[in-house]
């Protein structure tokens, strides 16, 4: 490399270091780069598994990662979300046993997580869930029976993705996160102050597009939020399998973005990280890697033995990390959580689980031309001739159906 | 055996420094107005251009498109007219390239993306096939995704391995893409075009042995075709073209093999044969209406591609074809494909193509005596 080439790489390092969202950390937290995108040294924890609220000195922060309390009124409707999760993945297990849905992937245990992730996004803010996250998605405000539309075993996704700024609970690992920084990436052209939460699990980590989206949304500079519910298993198989990374948020610092730890049972420390990530993301501070970890009490589906592969006692011991538990108990010893509340709260809870009863019992008519009709905006000659078989042959049948009748008489 | 119609410098030459000649020459051709003679290249760039300008939410990424202006210079000065907001180089990966598309489609852009080459596009695939494809399906058609994937496909350029890949059947063969290629300078405006105005996906294949190739067009005449069918909501997407009017047999063909088509018919032509040659343009849509109206006046028919013969497109359109038109045709439709190799190596590649004599020796096995 000649003297001028050396030079004119220098200033290039240069400007693409004065575009760096991490010199802009270093200026606001005084902190270094390397602070700023690795994880605080332990995950934050603001509630113990007993609900006592952890003295500030071990929330696990740290200078740059420091976390604010949620408000009271954040905390209440928290936990009012964690209730009427609970009871969604309850009665949604129970109707997939009683043959009402095809299949549940349920986030029992992972409450806190589905809830934090819907209420640390604004209005204007896009949500990009999983399969197993249909609890965020109603937290977001999605219908609860239109929310159930796939696991129902309709062949569409239910809502409206636009409408609702949520997209299709994605079964193709990862694949949404990418979906998620191109939403993003449009926003920001636009000059719109938009942010995404994508959301994925520990084994999908492993994935091609986890990857791809996260170097993408890093090197576009991209309000983006990964979050990563490590739930310890992909299926059957544990994280150590799929990666021996210190941990998973410390993936972030590889793709030049910040990473956190935070325990994905205390929806009070979910609230501060994500939080503060969402806000960090807004204020142009470029993506950001949150990994909570939890643990799915439940098998993957009902189609799964989780015995199969787990020991009861390490269940026991997550019985005892429970998300709700935790919170009752922090909200009722700090006095905003009594009978007359929780009464209430309850009712909520069973007035969306019969929601869920009532919209999953109706038969939903079967309208066999929708078949053809969404392929494309404009049906194809093709599927036209496709569309046009199909009818004669059901009203053949029709026909058939109404001699033989006539028959009968 | 002859081998395809081509270039020396196409089939020999130095690629990229051909490509920037051709490109530099095209950029001086394209200023001129009235009819001229352009490459296909400049056709398709010029449909970029014209797009980004007429709609905002027009944007071109994809790799080395920016100020390289694509590997083929088939993006050449839009970063430079545009800004590196509305045509910009990504990371190197292709699964995130198609995903971004697929959110920056949901969130009101059009991405008109490149896939570098035919067989690097297979990292996007599962982007493609179960999402790009069926996104407006399972939101029961509340989120569309208006989006072109460019793929350079097919051989006849000397590439090496992975460089020459005839990708059009995975691509068909899912529902929910639409599937176009131009063989013409025209074409590749016209349905270029037509592809960023399309709200359906849709997979745009260029025969890049054609990119270099010219034609006498007039820019302008284009640009107001494309005006008038807009207002009219008229277009030529989803219909073929009788490229040669005959009256002997068909030869059914699409993308790089239509100039090969053509030049068997002219040859056929000097040996007193009359053979009409049909344009597919559009796989997907398939024009059954203008295939079979041939088919059914010549009664002979036969289809050519580059792609591998078992499962293709060619076997459909044969299949087509055959249930359409079976009591007018008077000899069983023959097909001339690639053969059911990977992609040969330079040095072999003009054994695998279709070329003219295969293209003869198939229309005289169509029964002429009986």
């Known amino acids: 490399m000649t003297i001028s080439a050396d030079r004119a790489a220098q200033q290039h390092a240069q400007q693409a270091a004065q575009q760096n969202p991490a010199s802009d950390a270093v200026s606001k937290f005084g902190i270094t780069v390397e602070d700023y995108m690795l994880p605080a040294r332990h995950q934050i924890q603001m509630v113990g598994p007993d609900g006592t609220l952890n003295p500030h000195t071990e929330q696990g922060a740290q200078p740059g990662h420091e976390y604010s309390l949620p408000s009271e009124a954040e905390l209440l409707a928290a936990y009012e979300q964690l209730v009427v999760g609970r009871r969604v993945n309850d009665q949604n297990s129970a109707l997939v046993r009683q043959g009402r849905m095809a299949v549940y992937p349920s986030s029992h245990g992972q409450e806190a997580c589905q809830v934090a992730s819907a209420l640390c996004l604004a209005e204007g803010d896009w949500l990009f869930p999983t399969y197993r996250d249909s609890v965020a998605v109603m937290a977001r405000g999605v219908d609860p029976v239109q929310t159930m539309t796939l696991f129902r075993g309709d062949w569409h996704g239910g809502y409206d993705p636009a409408k609702n700024k949520v997209g299709i609970q994605c079964t193709p690992l990862t694949t949404q996160l990418l979906h998620g920084v191109g939403v993003a990436h449009a926003a920001k052209l636009r000059g719109e102050d938009t942010v995404v939460l994508a959301m994925c699990g520990d084994g999908a980590t492993s994935e091609g597009d986890f990857h791809e989206a996260l170097n993408f949304a890093a090197v576009f500079h991209l309000p983006v939020v990964f979050f990563v519910q490590n739930n310890q298993y992909a299926i059957s198989v544990p994280l150590a399998h799929q990666s021996v990374a210190p941990s998973l948020a410390h993936k972030a610092v590889g793709y030049g973005m910040a990473g956190e730890r935070v325990d994905g049972n205390d929806v009070v420390a979910l609230l501060a990280v994500l939080g503060r990530a969402v806000k960090l993301a807004r204020e142009g501070s470029g993506p950001l890697l949150v990994e909570a970890h939890t643990y799915r009490m439940q098998a993957h589906t009902n189609a799964d033995d989780a015995t199969r592969y787990r020991q009861d006692s390490e269940v026991a011991e997550w019985v005892a990390k429970d998300p709700l538990s935790r919170m009752q108990t922090y909200l009722t010893d700090r006095g905003l959580l009594d009978d007359d509340r929780a009464a209430k709260i309850a009712e909520k809870a069973e007035a969306v689980a019969t929601q869920l009863r009532e919209g999953l019992s109706e038969e939903v008519p079967v309208e066999p031309q929708d078949l053809f009709k969404y392929v494309f905006s404009t049906p194809t000659p093709q599927l036209k001739e496709q569309s046009a078989m199909l009818a004669d042959e059901l009203a053949r049948d029709a026909a058939s159906a109404s001699t033989a009748t006539e028959a009968g008489k | ?370």
Request: include cysteine; charged fraction near 20%.
């Open chain 2, 1 to 370: 055996m002859s081998p395809t119609i081509s270039t020396s410098s196409e089939v020999n030459g130095n690629v990229s420094a051909a490509t920037a000649r051709a490109a530099a020459k095209a950029a001086v051709e394209a200023e001129k107005t009235g009819p001229q003679t352009i490459t296909l290249a400049k056709a398709l760039n010029t449909a970029m251009a014209d797009a980004m300008h007429a709609d905002p939410s027009v944007l071109v990424f994809g790799e080395d498109v920016g100020m390289l202006g694509g590997v083929f210079r088939i993006t050449d000065g839009l970063t430079k007219t545009f800004g590196t907001s509305r045509c910009f180089d990504t990371p190197l990966a292709e699964s995130g390239i198609v995903g971004m598309a697929v959110g920056m489609a949901m969130n009101g852009m059009r991405p008109v993306i490149e896939m570098q080459f035919d067989a690097f596009a297979y990292p996007a695939f599962e982007q493609i096939v179960s999402h790009v494809a069926k996104m407006h399906n399972r939101t029961k058609g509340a989120v569309k995704l208006p989006m072109v994937i460019r793929v350079p496909y097919a051989g006849g350029i000397g590439g090496v391995e992975h460089h020459c890949d005839s990708s059009e059947a995975y691509y068909a063969h899912t529902a929910g893409l639409k599937v176009f290629t131009p063989a013409t300078v025209a074409d590749g405006y016209r349905m270029l075009r037509e592809a960023i105005d399309s709200d359906d996906p849709v997979m745009f294949m260029e025969p890049k042995k054609l990119y270099w190739s010219k034609d006498q067009v007039d820019l302008d005449a284009l640009r107001a075709e494309h005006a008038t069918n807009t207002e009219r909501g008229t277009s030529s997407e989803g219909r073929a073209a009788v490229a040669r009017p005959g009256t002997d047999a068909t030869l059914i063909a699409y993308g790089p093999s239509v100039p090969t088509a053509l030049a068997a018919a002219a040859a056929a032509a000097e040996e007193g044969r009359s053979l009409e040659v049909i344009d597919v343009r559009s796989i997907v849509p398939f024009d059954d209406e203008t295939v079979c109206a041939s088919v059914r006046k010549t009664g002979r028919a036969v289809v050519i591609a580059e792609a591998h013969g078992f499962a293709s497109v060619a076997s459909e359109i044969v299949a087509r074809v055959q249930e359409r038109c079976f009591h007018h045709l008077a000899a069983p439709i023959r097909r001339v494909t690639g053969f059911d190799v990977p992609y040969p190596a330079p040095k072999l590649e003009h054994y695998y193509l279709p070329g003219v004599d295969r293209i003869l020796d198939a229309v005289d096995d169509l029964q002429w005596e009986d």
